[in-house]
């Protein structure tokens, strides 16, 4: 990584975690963590973390404002999570317009083509803190789109959605999130850890 170097997270509202109210903007949730675990670790190196995320977004609200939000931007590293809303709205809002797996795929292909930064792309989580769940079970053709994208793109890959089924096979009984989606402090570290872990290579 060649610094300054500027971060662009974008997302769901895992992301977002109220930015908006965050004087700093980063939210309160992944995004912060990493920016601190950055910031202590790497003190003589200017990193730049931008959190670009919006509760309730799909893929195809980050398709309406990916120029705006990411291209305008500049950043060096985009590292996008968005999937879980694209499945659960099949689940809890089964009235409005879906977005299945044909049309996730094409409409994050396009936004991989539109960027010029490093990609740094995130699996999924879960839906339910059960593996056996109908979100869950939806949700692995998602994950799967992600990993090839990634492999296309010569992305990074964050092994978002394998870190919580690890973890939820683990049998331990603490919960990583508030509502089966939405992070708690413990889904948080999971998810901050996994990045940094398949980012390490960039701290080198």
Same mark, same amino acid.
């Given at each position: 990584?060649?610094? @300054?170097a500027r ?5 769901d509202s ?8 965050? @004087?700093?903007? %980063? ?97 999924p989580t ?49 919960? %990583? ?24 290579? %960039?701290?080198?």
């Amino acid at each position: 990584m060649e610094y @300054p170097a500027r971060i662009l997270f974008i997302g769901d509202s895992i992301t977002d975690s109220g930015r908006r109210e965050d @004087p700093d903007k %980063l939210g309160f949730g992944y995004v912060r963590l990493i920016h601190d675990e950055l910031l202590v670790t790497n003190p003589d190196k200017q990193i730049e973390i931008l959190n670009k995320g919006i509760g309730g977004d799909r893929i195809t609200n980050l398709q309406a404002r990916w120029q705006e939000d990411v291209l305008r931007e500049q950043p060096d590293y985009v590292s996008i999570s968005i999937g879980i809303n694209d499945v659960w709205r099949q689940l809890d809002q089964q009235q409005v317009e879906q977005v299945y797996p044909d049309q996730y795929e094409k409409i994050y292909h396009e936004l991989c083509e539109q960027t010029n930064a490093r990609l740094i792309l995130m699996e999924p989580t879960i839906i339910e803190e059960n593996l056996e769940s109908e979100g869950n079970q939806k949700l692995v053709d998602y994950v799967q789109i992600v990993r090839r994208l990634a492999k296309k793109y010569n992305a990074i890959l964050v092994p978002t959605h394998q870190a919580f089924q690890n973890y939820l096979l683990s049998g331990n009984s603490h919960k %990583l999130t508030t509502d089966g989606v939405h992070m708690n402090s413990a889904g948080d570290m999971l998810m901050a850890k996994t990045w940094m872990k398949a980012c390490e290579s %960039l701290w080198e």
